[in-house]
T-cell receptor
Framework: QKEVEQDPGPLSVPEGAIVSLNCTYS??????FMWYRQYSRKGPELLMY????GNKEDGRFTAQVDKSSKYISLFIRDSQPSDSATYLC???????????FGTGTKLQVIP | DSGVTQTPKHLITATGQRVTLRCSPR?????VYWYQQSLDQGLQFLIQ???????AKGNILERFSAQQFPDLHSELNLSSLELGDSALYFC?????????????FGPGTRLLVL
């Protein structure tokens, strides 16, 4: 079983829609969870990171962790064409020295 | 712009050759991480250095090696290159006292092995 699993998509939504991106993980000891955004031909950009369970909000983005089901989500409200990118969930391990990434979900927001 | 720089941006070489990829971390960052991103494997952690010392190792092949120099820049050496080594190679850095949970990525080096 992979440590982190993510639906690769692609996901196509109309502008203004609420987007839900999800990952599952296997190790219940994980405590930090991150979301990265990667535009085509660019490096991943850290969007948000959360610790343990609950929600964290930053503008139009909300990260949610459900440790009981080992499920993490990123919600994007009022999605914009500029949100079109690949979104990767990531979990640090090994004493926070290494990071395991999901395969990424490619999102396209149609104007 | 994350502040992490990588050179070269593109590299085309032949099988069996050796290449060196260079990374300069953000000012003040002591940790450098190397990743490989390919279409079939996604983003894979290779190796991490902290202030010149190796700290963590991931899925790095024996043909690959890295080091971090006293000025904190890092180099990833890839030798006996194979077609399957064609990928994007990213470097990331993080603050002292913080781990990989707050790392910032460079723009990457695109390697094509023919």
């Amino acid at each position: 079983q992979k440590e982190v699993e993510q639906d690769p998509g692609p996901l196509s939504v109309p502008e203004g829609a609420i987007v839900s991106l999800n990952c599952t993980y296997s190790n219940s000891a994980f405590q930090y969870f991150m979301w990265y955004r990667q535009y085509s031909r660019k490096g991943p950009e850290l969007l948000m990171y959360t610790y343990s369970s609950g929600n964290k909000e930053d503008g139009r983005f909300t990260a949610q962790v459900d440790k009981s089901s080992k499920y993490i989500s990123l919600f994007i409200r009022d999605s914009q064409p500029s949100d079109s990118a690949t979104y990767l969930c990531a979990i640090p391990s090994g004493g926070y020295q290494k990071v395991t990434f999901g395969t990424g979900t490619k999102l396209q927001v149609i104007p | 712009d994350s502040g992490v720089t990588q050179t070269p941006k593109h590299l085309i070489t032949a099988t069996g050759q050796r290449v060196t990829l260079r990374c300069s971390p953000r000012s003040g960052d002591l940790s450098v991480y190397w990743y490989q991103q390919s279409l079939d494997q996604g983003l894979q952690f290779l190796i991490q250095y902290y202030n010149g010392e190796e700290r963590a190792k991931g899925n790095i092949l024996e043909r690959f090696s890295a080091q971090q120099f006293p000025d904190l820049h890092s180099e990833l050496n890839l030798s006996s290159l194979e077609l399957g080594d064609s990928a994007l190679y990213f470097c990331a850095s993080s603050f002292p006292g913080q781990g990989a949970e707050t790392q910032y990525f460079g723009p990457g080096t695109r390697l094509l092995v023919l």
